[in-house]
């Protein structure tokens, strides 16, 4: 096995860390068979925050779990990981996430196989702008017995860290006369990491949509792009039902997809 020194950027200090084989108990060790020794666990399956991009605001911080399932002719003692970015794993400018040597809990699916998770706590206070990213999920395993029974794998998954977005609408005149203009207007913003704020998403797309009272379904009207400060305004013509109006955001790498909630809109005649 390599072992590994680790910089945890992210928490703000340096923590290195060496990964050292549990003791297994003799009685156990003696009743498997000797091939055992020769062989590494296999990591079969991964997943950080059930798949999901992990998403933060600028305060409230996020416990995001890792699952990671893998087998061993022995059996799974225990999983170690911890997400990270940069040029390489080895790389001692590295940041990293959620940095732990043991599982919180492991399930045996059967005698070779088990789901192990673990949680860690991230906290928006510490995270940079440019932490909205692509995160790899360095991922380990532990054989129950053998020699050198562990298996480490740089990347075997990723994970999105994304700013929170958020998404108004006003519209004006209301009620608005049939057949006449309704200025529609709003904000796309996200979280700033670095300020610890939201602040305008600049010049992004936003569609205006319509939804007529009575139905589920929203139609796209037009594509407005933000200003510099992330405002968004535009007029409708000849408006003649009546409903809600909302901006509808696609999201992006960095941000996720958002809608404003719908503003009701009445006619009047």
């Known amino acids: 096995m390599r072992t590994r020194m680790t910089v945890a950027v992210v928490s703000g200090a340096l923590a290195l860390s060496a990964l050292a084989v ?3 108990p003799a009685a156990q060790a003696a009743g498997i068979a000797g091939a055992v020794d020769d062989e590494r666990p296999q990591i079969l399956a991964a997943s950080v925050n059930g798949g999901k991009p992990i998403v933060l605001g600028t305060s409230t911080a996020k416990t995001v779990t890792v699952s990671i399932t893998a087998s061993h002719p022995s059996g799974i003692r225990d999983v170690f990981g911890y997400l ?3 040029q390489h794993v080895e790389d001692p400018k590295i940041r990293i996430l959620i940095h732990r040597d043991w599982a919180d809990s492991c399930k045996d699916i059967n005698a070779t196989t088990a789901t192990c998770t673990f949680s860690g706590v991230i906290n928006p206070k510490v995270l940079k702008n440019t932490d ?3 995160w790899n999920l360095f991922a380990g395993a532990w054989g129950k017995v053998g020699r050198d029974s562990v298996v480490e794998v740089d990347a075997f998954t990723t994970a999105k860290l994304q700013r929170q977005s958020r998404l108004t609408v006003s519209a004006t005149p209301k009620p ?7 200025t529609v207007t709003g904000k796309l913003s996200r ?5 610890k704020k939201y602040a305008g998403y600049a010049g992004q797309s936003v569609k205006l949509q319509f939804r007529k009272k009575g139905t589920d379904t929203y139609t796209t009207i037009k594509t407005v792009k933000g200003s510099s ?8 013509t000849k408006t003649t039902a009546e ?4 901006w509808s955001f696609a999201g992006t790498a960095t941000t996720p997809a958002v809608n404003a909630p719908g503003t009701l809109v009445k006619i009047k005649k």
């Open 22 to 24: 549990p003791a297994v």
């Open 84 to 86: 990270w970015t940069g």
């Open 132 to 134: 909205a990213r692509t």
């Open 176 to 182: 608005v006369k049939k057949g006449k203009t309704l």
């Open 191 to 195: 979280a700033n990491w670095d300020a």
């Open 229 to 236: 400060t992330g405002a968004l305004k535009t007029t409708t």
């Open 243 to 246: 409903g809600y109006w909302r």
